[in-house]
């Protein structure tokens, strides 16, 4: 009888061991998704953050047209991501699962959104970047904000920003340690306190896309084109403790509650569909009839 304690058709069970499971992806990122990964993400930190470092004399007070071109130029590079990543190996199955999490993510954004910041879209987006990769995850982040600003009427300058960041929030998620090591309740305090830091810098970076165009807003915390990047920045943190604080801070709370009591019940379940639809599988056509039907 063959040894199946070292190096069988079951190694490690003879020893008690259990093998860890291996992480399957929805979406492999090859180089050209990297690059388009990165290549939006790059612009994306120039569209958040390019007033910072303008000039006094840079006619950023006669640039109201700024955030419209911004958001014509990031459903451009949003979608070289989806058709690169697709290129690479998006298939039906991922597609169906991209579908389903989106639609999910968008029926559960107008339970909260706009009241005292409950989200809890964010707890999903967080736990099905873990499961199903950085990808997948930045993909889902964008075509779900996508998805719940139709169906909130939420469409604006803002919803590629917001899709833009979106994607970062489920990417990040999809890009923490131990993907295949840590498990239990280590995993839901880890998942619990990116979410926590996820939710209110999704905050802190959408503030970033309308501050520098609003006027009318006190000394202490408008923005003035030209003044040094501490100066202004002090201002802008002024300003989010003023403005949007107090729905960052709600949409953690709610993303960590939710992810300490129903996350580990979700990730298994994600966890369970991806092994189910064998992402990674190929697929094969055989005849049902056999060579003896073909004779």
């Known amino acids: 009888m063959a040894d199946r304690r070292a190096g069988g058709p079951f190694p490690g069970r003879g ?7 291996r992480r399957v992806r929805a979406v492999r990122l090859g180089p050209r998704s990297v690059a388009a990964l990165c290549l939006v993400s790059a612009s994306g930190v120039v569209a958040f953050g390019w007033p910072l470092l303008a000039g006094s004399a840079s006619g950023l007070a006669h640039s109201q047209d700024a955030p419209w071109l911004f958001a014509a130029l ?6 070289v991501v989806v058709a690169t990543i697709a290129d690479s190996g998006l298939d039906a199955k991922a597609i169906a699962m991209l579908g389903v999490l989106a639609a999910a993510g968008a029926a559960l954004r107008p339970l909260g959104a706009g009241t005292a910041g409950i989200e809890p879209m964010f707890f999903l987006m967080v736990l099905s970047g873990r499961v199903l990769g950085p990808g997948f995850g930045f993909v889902l982040g964008s075509v779900a904000m996508f998805a719940s600003a139709l169906l909130t009427g939420g469409v604006g300058p ?9 994607g970062w929030v489920s990417m990040g998620a999809g890009l923490l340690p131990g993907p295949d090591r840590v498990r239990g309740r280590r995993e839901l305090l880890l998942l619990a306190g990116y979410g926590a830091v996820a939710s209110v810098g999704y905050g802190l970076v959408m503030n970033l896309q309308g501050w520098p165009y609003i006027g009318g807003l006190a000394s202490g915390v408008s923005f003035v084109p030209g003044d040094p990047l501490s100066a202004n920045l002090t201002r802008y943190l002024a300003y989010c403790l003023a403005t949007s604080l107090g729905w960052d801070l709600p949409r953690a709370v709610v993303t960590v509650v939710l992810t300490l009591t129903l996350g580990g019940t979700v990730l298994k379940a994600l966890r369970r569909a991806t092994r189910r639809a064998a992402f990674e599988a190929p697929v094969a056509f055989v005849d049902p009839a056999g060579p003896a039907g073909r004779s």
């Open 158 to 166: 803002w919803m590629p920003f917001q899709m833009l960041s979106m």
């Open 74 to 79: 990031l459903p451009l590079l949003l979608a």
């Open 15 to 21: 020893l008690g061991v259990t093998a860890p499971a």
